[in-house]
């Protein structure tokens, strides 16, 4: 870690991660960074989701700085505004097929 790791400092971390822990939101993420941007009701018609629900998951991201919004016409059009939540997903998702893998080869498959 490149910061001290005060009280105020971890619970600004865990912040995020809590803002990642949802599975819609990460699935939103998902969905940016394969489209670049989206509006609610592009994000809700991909995920299932109502656009109230994905509005609401989309205001968890922006809060936390992950996604950014701007205006087209009466829509609000999102994208992924910190490349480092791609690179954490990326890391995470590498280290659950390693595990993946393990579990694989210990199980003789």
Known sequence: MTIELSEDNAELIARRFRALSDPTRLRI???LRRDEEASVGELAE??????QNISKHLSALHAEGFVSRRQQGTSAIYSISDPAVLELCEKVCTGIEAQLEQIGAALGR
Not at 46 to 51: C, F, H, R, T, V
């Open 46 to 51: 991909a995920l299932g989701g109502s656009q």
């Open 29 to 31: 993420i998902n969905r």
